[in-house]
């Protein structure tokens, strides 16, 4: 068989493999809760990489929206050519095209796209129905008015107002609630924001984070990052702060320096020996390893120095076993500050996903419901009704 | 007739060893295997190929000891004249080793002496969507058609980063251009999207290794469950086979394709 020929069935191979991948995912992804579903499509979770097309459009469709992402994850989707159907993000104004958070745009309602006709049997059944239960309530009012006459009238208006009365307490009740904890939602609402942007610059530039962190929880409950547990691998250096690049780069610089001084005597008493040998073409292999973890960490320094993070503690790794507990301490941090990053860059997309507070504001209807808790019900000084949002009522 | 394949950035990190592995394996499907030599004090290549495969040249002397007097090396390094005058080789020079080994063979005419001795020479320069990988890599085109001016100079473009077109009105780019005026050649390398790359990388697995191991085994290297190594297997191999119809205009031009390899 050629080379070409078995790649091809290699490939052909893997894709079968990756159709039955995914129809056995998207079943179990379609048991979930929409709640983590939504967790899943936002933290690009891996799983999705791992579904067909079809399966992925199915997927999102199963949150009631039309779009995807607009990096949409794919490993081998790649090859199966862009997924059909997607329908092109639109971002929100304010937001420039390819910037900030992916946005969605949401599936016009079932009854928006068809609405509900009356047809076949409903045109006789609807209006039927509805004359047939006047006639019952006509009956019903008319009968016992006809035989009692006013002691009826007078109880039925006595149980009116009893319950009138006690749904008028209910409600101020309910207000009454709402006001006491409406400054405490206000207050989360509008602090939500400045909150996340104060972790995200504490983790980003290395200072204590535990107070902001406090903060964020606070105001948020439980923190929905879905980070794999980084931020709590986090909370040790939560009182210290996580080092930044430039901590980290003069910490490996000053490691570098100790070990290239401790392997300098042994430098210098095999000089001689080193050079015979190199004449034969080759070091001295203690001397080689040397050399090596000094030129790895000298190269791990100048791809800090070119903010390569990921590089440089790839290249630790692969030395810290010659170099000692000082590289693993190292490496810890290193790998600290790339969780940092990681979060900060999750907390951007919620800081970008939050309302401000001029988006707050603007969303308040003047004196009425807003989802947010103002009371509706605006209660005199003397303590009387003054008036009721009928939106209230429904 | 010999034939010289080399690999060179200044900068790390662009994919060079992963080139060579992969054009290693390209011009062994065209029935000519390289014999291949690491220029590299990190022997990379070795640790993948193995050491029977690959001659480590390494660099003769300490990286620093090399900085402060380079002709340190040059005696030592005649010794890869030799090779690849004699045989097919693959060259896979370190990074920051460039300089350096250009310097040497500036020197040294190695150039001239190829041309003396019929010995062909394809140049491969992998850079990443990363000014530094650029400006390095376009740095070492420039000197190789000065001392290699029979070679065969190729641009790859690694898009592991992610694409290119964000350079397309840069200094460098306009460099490329002048440069494919004169005869550079520029290919693609597509990042390889496979969920078990990182492991195949960890595993030390050259891409031959890889195509030849089976989904059981790929599963119990990288903990995937059988299905999802299969298609990390299956990715990998959708990968190779673009490097190889990428390079294959410019491996087919050496020797035809040996029959059985045809069909």
């Known amino acids: 068989m050629s080379a070409v020929a078995k790649l091809d069935r290699l490939i052909d191979a893997g894709r079968r493999a990756g159709r039955q991948e995914s129809a056995r995912l998207i079943d179990s992804l379609l048991a979930m809760s929409i709640e983590d579903r939504w967790r899943l499509l936002m933290t690009r979770d891996r799983q999705l990489t791992r579904l067909a097309p079809a399966d992925y459009q199915l997927f999102v469709r199963s949150l009631g929206i039309n779009a995807v992402l607009e990096d949409a994850p794919a490993t081998w989707l790649n090859d199966m050519g862009p997924i059909t159907g997607a329908t092109p993000v639109v971002e929100p104004r304010g937001v420039a095209a390819g910037t900030g958070a992916a946005r969605f745009r949401c599936e016009p309602t079932r009854t928006a796209d068809a609405p509900i006709q009356l047809d076949g049997p409903l045109v006789w059944a609807l209006p039927f129905a509805v004359c047939v239960l006047l006639a019952l309530a006509v009956i019903g009012v008319g009968l016992p008015w006809s035989s009692d006459g006013p002691a009826v009238t007078a109880a039925v208006a006595d149980q009116a107002e009893e319950r009138h009365a006690d749904h008028l307490e209910d409600r101020l009740a309910d207000e009454a609630l709402t006001r006491q904890r409406w400054p405490d939602r206000v207050d989360d609402a509008t602090h939500v924001r400045e909150t996340l942007r104060q972790l995200k610059a504490d983790l980003a530039d290395g200072r204590p984070f535990l107070q902001s962190l406090a903060q964020a929880e606070r105001h948020l409950l439980v923190l929905p990052i879905a980070d794999g547990g980084a931020l709590q691998r986090l909370l040790p250096l939560a009182e210290a702060g996580v080092p930044t690049l430039d901590g980290l780069r003069q910490a490996l610089g000053s490691l570098h320096d100790r070990h290239r001084e401790r392997t300098q005597s042994a430098t210098l008493l095999g000089a001689m020996g080193r050079l015979a040998r190199r004449m034969a073409g080759g070091l001295a292999p203690a001397q080689r390893r040397a050399d090596r973890v000094n030129q790895a960490l000298l190269d791990s320094r100048r791809e800090l120095d070119r903010g390569h993070l990921n590089a440089a503690i790839r290249m630790v790794t692969g030395v810290a076993a010659g170099v000692g507990p000082e590289a693993v301490e190292w490496l810890e941090l290193a790998h600290a500050r790339r969780a940092a990053t990681m979060i900060a860059e999750q907390l951007e997309t919620m800081i970008d996903m939050t309302p401000s507070l001029g988006e707050i504001l603007a969303a308040l209807p003047t004196g009425g419901p807003n989802g947010l808790g103002i009371p509706s019900v605006d209660v005199g000084p003397d303590g009387t009704l003054d008036r009721v949002d009928d939106r209230m009522l429904a | ?263």
């Open chain 2, 1 to 263: 007739m010999s034939h010289s394949v080399w690999v060179a950035n200044g900068k790390g990190g662009v994919g060079k060893s992963v080139l060579m592995m992969v054009l290693s394996y390209v011009y062994e499907q065209y029935g000519v295997p390289l014999r291949l030599i690491d220029v590299d004090d990190k022997a990379k290549l070795a640790e993948f190929m193995g050491e029977q495969r690959v001659l480590s040249l390494r660099i003769g002397a300490s990286a620093e000891d090399l900085r402060l007097n380079p002709s340190l090396a040059y005696s030592y390094w005649d010794r890869l004249a030799n090779e690849i005058l004699d045989q097919d080789t693959g060259v896979d020079l370190g990074a920051n080793m460039d300089r350096h080994i250009l310097a040497w063979a500036e020197k040294s005419d190695l150039g001239g002496l190829m041309t003396e001795y019929d010995t062909g020479m394809d140049f491969y320069v992998p850079v990443t969507a990363d000014p530094l990988a650029l400006s390095s890599g376009l740095e070492v085109l420039t000197a190789v058609e000065r001392i290699f001016p029979a070679s065969r100079r190729i641009l790859v473009l690694n898009k592991m980063l992610g694409d290119f077109a964000a350079y397309g009105d840069t200094p460098e780019f306009k460099r490329v251009l002048q440069l494919r005026d004169r005869g550079l050649h520029v290919v693609e390398m597509d990042q390889c999207v496979s969920e078990a790359w990182t492991d195949f990388e960890r595993l030390k697995l050259p891409p031959a290794r890889v195509v030849d191991m089976g989904a059981k085994d790929v599963a119990a290297h990288t903990g995937l469950g059988v299905l999802a190594a299969r298609r990390a297997i299956g990715d990998y191999a959708a990968w190779l086979k673009k490097m190889q119809l990428s390079l294959e205009p410019l491996v087919a031009t050496l020797k035809p394709l040996p029959a059985e390899a045809a069909e």
